[in-house]
């Protein structure tokens, strides 16, 4: 199984974008995505300084479009799996078919200028806790008043909130651990965004967005999303939760990802992946920067991906468990039966409870992919429907 991952906010560097406008019509592209976006995404990707592109305003929108620009150049149908990290979730999004691409660039500006005006509220900031006992620095992180923004697996966890607490946390850092201060405007992924979350959720309710077409993974909990709203109600959440890239990994690992491409600006996630899938069995890893990636990265989709389905006639939809847990089928539901959008077809059992399963389309239920009482991971499929009733 391959995944393709969109990196989020600090992994921009000057000039990333060059080499991408020598293709055919991307320059095109770029100019009719600043119009959506609001920013010049031709010059932040070219021109501009690290400090320009350190603008929070300008550097979401640059992101996303920087994603989206180069999986254009890869057969994305034969892509297993998307996720992103924080404001990467947008372009994986849209390469899961949940967003049209203009609508996760118009949503990137907006959710880039909103926290901008959210960070200028109050002076907050974030720091990177490398090392050290989870627990420890958890608690240490409450202590000082602050918020965990960022779980990142690989012993890393970014702490964000008031200034003074960020300082208090750097003089009495946990045991065995490092702190580095980090350079961006606020406290991202915590309560202090709330004014931005509300300001993204009144433009994202006007979007009709489409169930995923592949798995794709969400920040808030590492579980696959079954529904498109569901998943933009997750983007607008995320604004104000904590991103749980260690959970994304955990379900990387459980659903036995071989292949793993870094969209640009690639290398932080890639890393991190790395550092946290290591051992036999690791996914071999293609950090996408320049077209001069491209062959790699088409080369490790080929060895890695699904193969396309040729049917001309039935559409097949596979549903998958939204959380870890073990799997209870409908009692009175068998093969070969109508299905219709919405309707429940069994439950995951979890430690908090039973979740609902539910058919996000209509159409037969051809094969159950799972049994009673089999243990699933999130973004497992569970259940093949076809056609349409």
């Known amino acids: 199984m391959l995944a393709v991952l969109s990196p989020g906010q600090g992994s921009q560097k000057p000039g990333f974008l060059t080499p991408w406008l020598d293709l055919t019509g991307t320059e095109a592209r770029l100019r009719w995505w600043s119009a959506l976006a609001g920013v010049d995404l031709v010059h932040l990707g070219t021109t501009a300084d690290a400090d320009e592109i350190k603008d929070t305003a300008r550097t979401q929108p640059l992101l996303v479009a920087a994603a989206l620009l180069a999986a ?11 996720a992103g990290h924080s404001v990467g979730e947008l372009g994986a999004a849209a390469l899961a078919g949940v ?5 996760a660039i118009t949503l990137a500006g907006v959710r880039g200028r909103e926290m901008a005006a959210a960070c200028a509220l109050e002076p907050t900031g974030m720091a990177a806790v490398l090392g050290g006992d989870q627990d420890e620095v958890l608690a240490a992180i409450a202590a000082h008043g602050l918020h965990p923004a960022n779980r990142n697996g690989a012993g890393q966890i970014v702490a964000a909130g008031a200034l003074d607490g960020l300082e208090k946390l750097a003089t009495e ?5 490092r702190i580095i201060r980090l350079q961006v405007a606020g406290a991202f992924h915590t309560p202090y965004m709330a004014p931005a979350e509300a300001a993204l959720a009144a433009v994202a309710g006007g979007i009709t967005p489409a169930d995923p077409a592949r798995i794709l993974l969400s920040n808030l909990d590492g579980a696959a999303v079954n529904h498109g709203r569901d998943m933009v109600q997750r983007l607008v959440r995320q604004v104000t939760a904590p991103v749980r890239w260690d959970l994304c990994m955990r379900t990387l690992a459980d659903l036995g990802v071989t292949g ?19 051992g036999p069995g690791a996914p071999e890893i293609v950090t996408l920067n320049t077209p001069d990636d491209l062959p790699a990265a088409r080369d490790l989709i080929a060895r890695h991906g699904m193969a396309p389905s040729h049917e001309p006639t039935i559409h097949f939809r596979v549903v998958v468990a939204p959380s870890a847990g073990t799997f209870t089928p409908a009692e009175t539901l068998a093969e070969g039966e109508t299905l219709r959008a919405g309707q429940v077809i069994g439950h995951v059992v979890t430690r908090q409870g039973p979740v609902e399963v539910t058919a996000h389309d209509s159409g037969v239920l051809t094969e159950w992919l799972a049994d009673h009482d089999d ?13 349409h009733a």
């Open 72 to 82: 254009e150049h890869l057969p994305m149908y034969d892509v297993s799996l998307t």
């Open 99 to 103: 967003l049209p691409a203009e609508a």
């Open 173 to 177: 850092p946990p045991a065995k651990t």
């Open 260 to 278: 793993v491409i870094e969209l640009p600006p690639a290398g932080t996630l890639a890393g991190l992946v790395k550092r946290e899938l290591k």
């Open 375 to 387: 243990p699933v991971a999130p973004g497992q499929p569970l259940a093949r429907i076809g056609g």
